[in-house]
Nanobody, 125 residues
Framework: QVQLVESGGGLVQAGGSLTLSCEARGAIYKINSMGWFRQAPGKEREGLSYISSYDNRIFSADSVKGRFTIARDSAKNTMYLQMNSLKPEDTAVYYC??????????????????WGQGTQVTVSS
């Protein structure tokens, strides 16, 4: 089993920055990739970016390229999402996820195996 624990959410003004963290616990050796998703009220869960645990290759959705940056620290078993130039429409619950043991089929939430509990990000105008 893999457990994912997010932290770092909160309230920020538009134009501000926030960094989310996701610590992986348990059978971390099984993890192929880790990614970030978000879900705003009344909307479907949206994939943002993911990173391979093997070669650090990154895939990001066009909606966040240039503003959000994914990274990982293998020594800490932790993945990060640095979010800059935040907008009110970025308000959502942000989730981290992991696939085991194979690579994900893109950012389709249905393809991901393990999920964190989510952390709320609210961007005020």
């Amino acid at each position: 089993q893999v457990q994912l624990v997010e932290s770092g959410g909160g309230l920020v003004q538009a134009g501000g920055s926030l960094t989310l963290s996701c610590e992986a616990r348990g059978a971390i050796y099984k993890i192929n990739s880790m990614g970030w998703f978000r879900q705003a009220p009344g909307k479907e869960r949206e994939g943002l970016s993911y990173i391979s645990s093997y070669d650090n290759r990154i895939f990001s959705a066009d909606s966040v390229k240039g503003r959000f940056t994914i990274a990982r620290d293998s020594a800490k078993n932790t993945m990060y999402l640095q979010m800059n130039s935040l907008k009110p429409e970025d308000t959502a619950v942000y989730y981290c996820a992991a696939t085991v043991p194979t690579p994900p089929n893109g950012l389709d939430p249905a393809e991901w195996d393990y999920w964190g509990q989510g952390t709320q990000v609210t961007v005020s105008s």
